[in-house]
């Protein structure tokens, strides 16, 4: 079983910056790939981006490609998303997941463990 925290969301101006984070316990960390989701008020559930185990290789939706970076501390068991300059659209609740799926999966069924998700609000 894995355990799957994400934290850092909250309440951001638009062209602002947050840091979210995802801490993974309970199996071989490394092991697996993580990414992140997220979902709008209505709408449906959407990719945002993953890492690969190693971390050298991400895959990024065009909605955020440029403005959004994921990263992974290996010795922390953590991931981060770190976003800047956003926008109202990118009010979401978001979601790490964990998973056996391959490398920077886009599809979030393939992810077998799930975070609670974290808050963001882009407004002024």
């Known amino acids: 079983q894995v355990q799957v925290v994400e934290s850092g969301g909250g309440l951001v101006q638009p062209g602002g910056s947050l840091r979210l984070s995802c801490a993974a316990s309970g199996r071989t960390y490394s092991t697996y790939a993580m990414g992140w989701f997220r979902q709008a008020p209505g709408k449906e559930r959407e990719f945002v981006a993953a890492?690969?185990?190693?971390?050298?290789?991400?895959n990024y939706a065009d909605s955020v490609k440029g403005r959004f970076t994921i990263s992974k501390d290996n010795g922390k068991n953590t991931v981060y998303l770190q976003m800047n300059s956003l926008k109202p659209e990118d009010t979401a609740v978001y979601y790490c997941?964990?998973?056996?799926?391959?490398?920077?999966?886009?599809?979030?069924?393939?992810?077998?463990?799930w975070g609670q998700g974290t808050q963001v609000t882009v407004s002024s």
């Open positions: 997941a964990v998973g056996s799926t391959y490398d920077t999966d886009s599809y979030g069924p393939n992810y077998d463990y």
């Open positions: 890492i690969s185990r190693s971390g050298g290789s991400t």
